[in-house]
Each structure stands twice: as structure tokens, then as C-alpha cells.
């Protein structure tokens, strides 16, 4: 124990004695230090209501998550360090996550023309669909790449980079043929700079296109499987005043692995979006399809670990929490996708406006199956060791995967009050999206109002109420937050969600072979209390309380959040 | 006791970063987009050597686009007063690019806004929680940042605006 408390106090003396040193000295000179970490820990209760026992728990009442950044930066170098601990992780969290160490450390070197990146990096291609390489805390979420980057711009509007690793599998170390290496290269041309003629046109053009290349050895008993597999895309981002339209088409060769369960199709996908707007007004259109698009750095991994690329869902993020109910996850295996959104402001002092104007939004969003059909009367679509199944580019399953159709308003009524009042339908096909094969459709219907309440400077009242509607699932819910603020520095909330399910508690369906389910519910209260903290960058949040069930999404990467009861720490802190 | 260990350091360190001045840090290199899809490097971020306001936000976070509805209404006397301008950082990935500028003008927003789609310029400016607000000064040094935002956190934010345009000492704040 000595050792340990001896090795921290080690630690934050170094921590201390960098940001004093960076204080004290002029940063032309001696360079900047800045950090950050964040500290999530939860003490995990018993609760026989929600069905957690001491077992369930196994001793581990006590959890955490925490990290620590440190980047240094003087003229045209920088580095920096990170440093994780999940002792063990919080529930829902992968648990290959538990451990402690630096997981990254960089150095990187850039002038105007070459910047070099040795060690850990994060990288994106155009939007993604071939590679992207991020990471997402409150998901436990890191694919960062392992290995050099270099980005070389050797005249004005052309970029050039090149990649070359591995990436991060939570703590496992890379040898050789336990996970592919990743290398490639993406060029990006801004028109209007590099033609001199289009240097003053209102028209502007970037044109891309960027190349994967995935090497893993084939170690296969059965199938003979690529070694090398290519990934390539082109892009365009087309924009003109008040109008704006990007779009990308990505190529996969043939690439067995266990997302589509070994079958030798190669992958194609589409990503478009176009958008238009001027003072008061906007307006978005997107598409995307994409068939056979999942693609890693090892060939066995699923889950989401080693993703090379990113195919974001086209969807919208809600923040409210009975909202973010149904949330949808991208479908890698094949999917179809539109989503528009319409922003309109109703100006100020006119009839619906009033005073202040109101704002506007109006969201929908539609997702299905692409349509496969088998290769041939023998073969089942999908079937392993095969080409797995046919479908004609741009094509339309009849499988609805989800569907939101959604209103927000948000008006300032007068100088004391603003009102957010939101509406959406949800339809959300379960059995793909969370894999329950044989569970309805869920169709939900949610409403939230948001009010805030300034009663002096600085001091406020957030009250929310929603309602969840749905005859599926767990049945009905309804939730209300109550939160005082005082600004900037202190908050407390109290909230409660009750399961409501319906009058009698039951939820039934009949599934496709006839056979009803019956599922009796308890109506559960989930109540919480909070606390906050802040002062500059670092916030202080305690809370108390139940935790329902449910999926957490950040940028169409999903976890899932297991009911729990009990005590939450959250600090967090740059400088 | 390791965990114990860890926890103690880390809290210890948080006392040092509460008791933390006002160094003078600046912006650093980083390619972000602007709006319309072209390269921008946040080095690039600039003033004529007066205030600027860096605001990391995103579509889906209700307290970022509520601050900066709340800055919105009162923009331009700030502007008048101070020469301020805003940078509205935001950090949505490419599933919601193309609805920001729907969404910033559909609002009405007069900033500028940037686009940091994986979050390349949040990690170099230590950003872990949006809203995450910097101000610089006139030479662009990371004078005072702060998270989270409620009603009322924009008269803090503007008073040390105006100390910063008028040259006065901010290390109270």
C-alpha cells in the first residue's frame, strides 16, 4: 500500500511540476504544457426491485474509469502522453477495458509544408466510409492508430497524408498475427486554390479520394482468405453561397470476416448530403447506402472494437433522455437510408414570433433493408464461404430498420421565461438494431417540454416533462427534471423516471409463427438526485440514485447501460 | 490500493488545478473545416487584436446551441461594445456536417463557424465537456475558459470580455 501511495504522490509531483514550470516560464522559450483528465466512478448498490443482488455486484461495488492527458508544445513540436485507468470499468463498459497504464504517447513535428506524426494519432479520410480513427470517452471507445503520419502540403489547397499502424485493442499489445496492420493514403484538392482562375469564384470545389490497405495474415483452417484487403473512396464537396453539397463513394474488395459471417462480396457504399440555407432559413437532405461495408483490422473481431472506417447513421442524436430511448445504430451489413431537416426561424415581432422570433425544426428520417437476393437456389443469402448474396447498387429492401419523424420549438417568451416543446415518432425494428431476433417493431411516441425560469441575473429553474407512449418494449414511461442553476458555478437536480408500462402492467405480442408473449412488468420509479460543481474548467457532479436500462449512442457507436442503483462520482478538469 | 492510489493523485492534482493562474497559452496548428467544406487551421483564428470567444458546441448538445442562442440575442451590442468575435467550434462528426449551416442560419448566428469533425482541435485544447468556452485576448493568448453553461453564465463571460478589450487584469475571474 506504501508503494502505491508513495508511486501517486511520485506521479503528481511530476503532473505538478510540469504545469508550474509552464506557468512560470514565457511559453516562446520553454514551450506550453496543458492537460486534462477526467475521473468517473460509481459505487454500485444492492436493489431487489431492479433486480440486482450481491452477485450481480460480485464485490465490485465500487468502479471507476478515469483518464490523463498531457500534451507539451514549443514552436513547431508537440508530444503528449495518455493515461487510462478502469479499475474495474464501469458497469456496461467493456470489461476487456480493465487495467491501467499510458496508452498513448506521440510526438509530432509540423511546419507549414510536412507535418510528422510518430506514435499514436487520430485520422480521418474525407467523411470516413474508408477510415477514421477517434475516440469516444463515454463510450470506451479508442481505435487510435499506432505507427507514423505524415501530412504533407506542398502548395496551397492540396493536401496530402499517409498512414501507417496499428490500432489500439484496448490493452493488448501488437504482435505479429494478432491483428492486422493498417496503411494508406488520402489526397484532398481544393480547387479554387490551386486554379488561379477560380481563386475569386463564388463556386467552390474540393475534389478527394483516399486508399486502405488492411494486411492480415490468413491463418484460416478452411477458407482461403485475402491477405491484403483494399479499401478505396472518391469525394467532392460542391458549395455556392447559401448552398452546399458533399458527396462520397467508397469501394471494399472482398473481405471474409465475421461481421458478414465470411462471405467473399465485395463492399460498396454511397454517402450524400446537400444542404441550403440562408438568414431564418435551412434546409438539409442526406442519403446514404451501403452494402457489406464493415470493415477492421482483424477479420474475428465483432463488437465495436478495430473498426477502421465510420459509417455514421442518419439519424438524429437526441439529447432528451425518454427521447433517446430508440436511438439507431448503422447497420454495416447493408443499409438504406434518407434524413431531411428543415430550420426556420420566425422572425422577430411578427404575429407567431413575437418579441423574440421563434425557432423551427422539423426532422425526418427513414431507414431499410437493401434488397439481397440469394446467388442462386442452393445457396441461402449470406451464406458463409460464398459470394453471399446479389443486390443491384442503390437498391431498396422492404425491411423498415427505423424511422423518426420529429418537431422542435424553441421560444423565448419573455425576459424570465424559454420554452423548448419537442415531438417525435419513433419506429424502431429491434430485432435488427439490437439483434433480439423475433421481437415486434417498436412504435414510440415521445414528447418533451423544457422550460427555463431566469427569476434573478444569474439564478434559474429548468423544469422538463416527457412522456414516452408505446405498446411494445417495456410499455409507457413518463419523466420530470426539476433543476436549479446558479451561474456559472452550482447546480442541483432532482429527476424521476417512472415505467409506467400501461394499466395493467402487461405487454403482449404475437410474433410471426403465431405464439403470443406475455411479459408482466413492475412499474418502476427511478429517481435521482444530483449535484454540481464548477469552477473554469472543472466540474464537479454527484448523483445519487437509479439508473435505468438503456443504450447510449455517441456518433452511431452504442453501449449499453445496465440499471443500476447508487452513489456517482464525475470530476473533470483542463488546464 | 491501487485504485485508492490513483484516486488520491488525481484528487490532489485537482487542487492544483483549481488553484491555477492564467498562463498565457496560445492556439495551437490544427486542420479543422469551415462551413462550406474547406480546410481552415485554427491558427488561423484571428481578430485584428481584439477579443476572441472560442466556443466548442455540437447539434445534439441543448445547453451548447441554448448559450449560444443566449450570446445570439445580445451579439451585436457585444460586438459594439468590445470588437468581440465568436468562433463557434463545432465538434459533430460527418453524420451531421451538412446540418450545421442549416441549423446556424436557420438560428440566425452571426460567428464564425468552424467545423471539427474528429475532434482534432478538442483534443489539442484539452476540451473533454461541451460547452467548453475559451477567451483570448488581442494577442491571442488563452486568457480564461470555463465549462458547462447555464442562464446567466454569459454575464460572466461577457465582463471578462470587456476587461480583456479594455486591458485590465482578469486574474480574480
Known amino acids: 500500500m506504501k508503494k502505491y501511495i508513495l508511486k501517486s504522490i511520485g506521479v503528481f509531483a511530476i503532473l505538478f511540476a510540469f504545469t508550474q514550470m509552464a506557468n512560470a516560464q514565457s511559453p516562446q522559450k520553454y514551450g506550453q504544457v496543458s492537460g486534462s483528465f477526467q475521473l468517473d466512478a460509481q459505487l ?182 485475402p491477405e491484403n484487403v483494399m479499401s478505396w473512396s472518391g469525394r467532392f464537396n460542391l458549395s455556392h453561397g447559401g448552398f452546399f453539397w458533399q458527396t462520397e463513394y467508397a469501394h471494399k474488395i472482398n473481405d471474409p470476416n465475421a461481421i458478414n459471417d465470411y462471405i467473399y462480396k465485395d463492399g460498396q457504399g454511397l454517402f450524400s448530403s446537400m444542404s441550403y440555407s440562408q438568414k431564418g432559413l435551412g434546409f438539409a437532405l442526406s442519403a446514404k447506402w451501403i452494402d457489406n461495408m464493415g470493415f477492421k483490422s482483424d477479420r474475428a473481431v465483432t463488437g465495436d472494437a478495430l473498426f477502421i472506417n465510420f459509417l455514421p447513421p442518419n439519424a438524429k442524436t437526441h439529447s432528451y433522455s425518454l427521447s433517446a430511448m430508440y436511438p439507431y445504430a448503422t447497420q454495416v451489413n447493408g443499409e438504406a437510408a434518407i434524413q431531411a431537416t428543415i430550420n426556420y426561424r420566425v422572425p422577430k415581432k411578427s404575429k407567431l414570433g413575437g418579441k423574440y422570433g421563434m425557432g423551427i425544426e422539423l426532422n425526418f428520417s427513414h431507414i431499410r433493408a437493401i434488397d439481397k437476393t440469394p446467388l442462386n437456389d442452393s445457396t441461402s443469402i449470406g451464406q458463409s464461404g460464398t459470394l453471399g448474396y446479389e443486390t443491384k447498387f442503390l437498391s431498396i429492401g422492404d425491411d423498415v430498420y427505423f424511422q423518426d419523424l420529429g418537431i422542435e420549438i424553441d421560444k423565448k417568451i419573455n425576459k424570465h421565461f424559454k420554452l423548448i416543446v ?76 417512472y415505467n409506467y408500462v400501461n394499466k395493467d402492467g402487461v405487454i403482449k405480442y404475437t410474433n410471426e409463427n403465431g405464439e403470443v408473449h406475455e411479459t408482466e412488468f413492475e412499474k418502476l420509479h427511478y429517481p435521482t438526485i444530483a449535484a454540481g460543481y464548477t469552477k473554469g474548467t472543472t466540474r464537479v457532479l454527484l448523483s445519487y440514485g437509479r439508473q435505468r436500462e438503456g443504450i447510449l449512442c455517441v456518433g452511431g457507436v452504442c453501449r449499453a447501460v445496465p440499471k443500476s442503483n447508487g452513489f456517482k462520482i464525475t470530476i473533470t478538469s483542463s488546464f | 490500493m491501487k485504485r485508492l492510489s490513483i484516486v488520491l493523485a488525481l484528487i490532489l492534482f485537482t487542487g492544483v488545478l483549481f488553484a491555477q493562474d492564467h498562463s498565457g497559452k496560445t492556439l495551437p496548428e490544427v486542420a479543422v473545416k469551415t462551413i462550406t467544406g474547406e480546410s481552415f487551421n485554427t491558427a488561423d483564428i484571428d481578430n485584428d487584436g481584439k477579443p476572441i470567444i472560442v466556443s466548442f458546441w455540437a447539434l445534439w448538445c441543448h445547453p451548447c446551441i441554448k448559450e449560444l442562442t443566449t450570446i445570439a440575442d445580445v451579439y451585436e451590442d457585444w460586438q459594439e461594445e468590445t470588437g468581440v468575435k465568436l468562433y463557434a467550434i463545432s465538434i459533430d462528426d460527418a453524420r451531421s456536417t451538412a446540418k450545421v449551416g442549416p441549423l446556424v442560419n436557420g438560428k440566425g448566428w452571426e460567428y464564425e463557424v468552424l467545423l471539427d469533425q474528429n475532434g482534432d482541435f478538442k483534443r489539442a485544447m484539452n476540451v473533454n465537456m461541451i460547452p467548453h468556452t475559451f477567451v483570448l485576448d488581442g494577442d491571442k493568448n488563452i486568457v480564461w475558459q470555463h465549462t458547462s453553461f447555464a442562464e446567466g453564465a454569459e454575464l460572466d463571460l461577457i465582463e471578462i470580455v470587456e476587461k480583456v478589450a479594455n486591458g485590465e487584469d482578469i486574474s480574480g475571474h
Open chain 1, 422 to 497: 419537442s415531438a417525435d415518432m419513433i419506429k424502431y425494428n429491434m430485432a435488427i438494431i439490437e439483434g433480439h431476433l423475433g421481437e415486434p417493431d417498436v412504435d414510440a411516441f415521445v414528447w418533451v417540454t423544457d422550460l427555463s425560469y431566469r427569476f434573478k441575473r444569474k439564478h434559474s429553474l429548468r423544469w422538463e416533462l416527457s412522456q414516452l407512449l408505446t405498446k411494445q418494449d417495456q410499455g409507457n414511461w413518463i419523466a420530470s427534471t426539476l433543476e436549479y442553476n446558479f451561474a456559472p458555478t452550482w447546480f442541483f437536480a432532482i429527476s424521476d423516471q
Open chain 1, 44 to 225: 454500485y448498490q444492492e436493489d431487489s426491485e431492479l433486480g440486482i443482488t450481491a452477485e450481480d455486484i460480485n464485490g465490485q461495488d465500487m468502479r471507476m474509469n478515469a483518464f490523463g492527458n498531457i500534451i507539451y508544445r514549443l514552436g513547431n513540436f508537440s508530444a503528449g502522453v495518455r493515461y487510462e485507468a478502469y479499475l474495474p470499468p464501469l458497469a456496461g463498459f467493456d470489461t476487456r477495458l480493465e487495467g491501467q497504464g499510458f496508452v498513448n504517447r506521440w510526438a509530432r513535428y509540423s511546419t507549414g509544408i510536412i507535418d510528422v506524426t510518430v506514435g499514436n494519432f487520430y485520422e480521418q479520410f474525407g467523411s470516413g466510409m474508408i477510415f477514421r480513427a477517434y475516440e469516444e470517452w463515454s463510450l470506451g471507445y479508442d481505435n487510435s492508430v499506432d505507427g507514423a503520419r505524415v501530412i504533407l502540403t506542398p502548395m496551397k489547397g492540396m493536401t496530402i497524408k499517409g498512414i501507417y499502424g496499428t490500432q489500439r485493442f484496448f490493452w493488448q499489445k501488437y504482435e505479429k498475427n494478432n491483428r492486422g496492420i493498417v496503411r494508406g493514403g488520402d489526397l484532398d484538392l481544393f480547387m479554387n486554390d490551386i486554379f488561379s482562375g477560380l481563386e475569386s469564384s463564388k463556386t467552390k470545389l474540393t475534389l478527394g479520394a483516399g486508399l486502405i490497405s488492411k494486411y492480415q495474415a490468413d491463418l484460416d483452417p478452411i477458407y482461403k482468405l
